[in-house]
């Protein structure tokens, strides 16, 4: 191995240490480092729509159970729901509660003016980015766990519109 010690001074020794030092600390800080303990937060739990045919007017449910992981949405998390019927319009769009885990189930009814055809149900945590493809995690802390990247696909079940 090479050293540079003979060549380089004492003083840019010390401060090339100190750059190096204070470059660790901030990547450590900033969420690159090693995990400070616990699971890192998870994708979103699959979810149903229940029955999987309905008309304008009746109602369906739309739900899935709590995640076996730690999704960390909070007390007040909130699914968000969005009805885009046959003929692509948005018909519906609303929340729900949903559990700290993702578990939720909420009963939403189909808009009278949905088009018949296949309605795109889409079902996804409302106010947090859910899947995680910036690098940057909103649901937890600053530097407190590596991320869980998941895919950014708009999740949709679908469900048939008749009259």
């Not at 149903?48 to 730690?70: E, F, L, N, W, Y």
């Not at 009278?112 to 980015?129: F, L, R, T």
Request: hydrophobic content about 40%; glycine content about 10%; aromatic content about 4%.
């Amino acid at each position: 191995m090479v050293s540079f010690a003979g060549l380089i001074p004492r003083r840019t020794q010390r401060l090339a240490l100190m750059l190096w030092a204070a470059t660790m600390v901030m990547l450590a800080s900033s969420g690159c480092g090693p995990s400070v303990g616990g699971a890192p937060p998870c994708s979103p739990p699959e979810y149903a729509v229940s029955p999987s045919s309905a008309k304008p007017g009746d109602t369906v449910t739309v739900s899935a159970p709590d995640a076996t992981c730690d999704p960390r949405y909070g007390a007040d998390a909130r699914i968000s729901i969005v009805l885009v019927d046959a003929a692509g319009i948005e018909v519906l769009k609303t929340t729900a509660p949903m559990a700290d885990a993702g578990g939720f189930s909420a009963v939403v009814e189909i808009p009278i003016q949905s088009a018949k055809g296949v309605m795109a149900v889409n079902a996804m945590p409302h106010g947090v980015d859910w899947c995680d493809d910036t690098g940057r995690n909103n649901r937890v802390g600053r530097g407190e766990l590596p991320l869980e990247r998941a895919s950014c696909a708009l999740p949709t079940k679908p469900l048939n519109i008749t009259n």
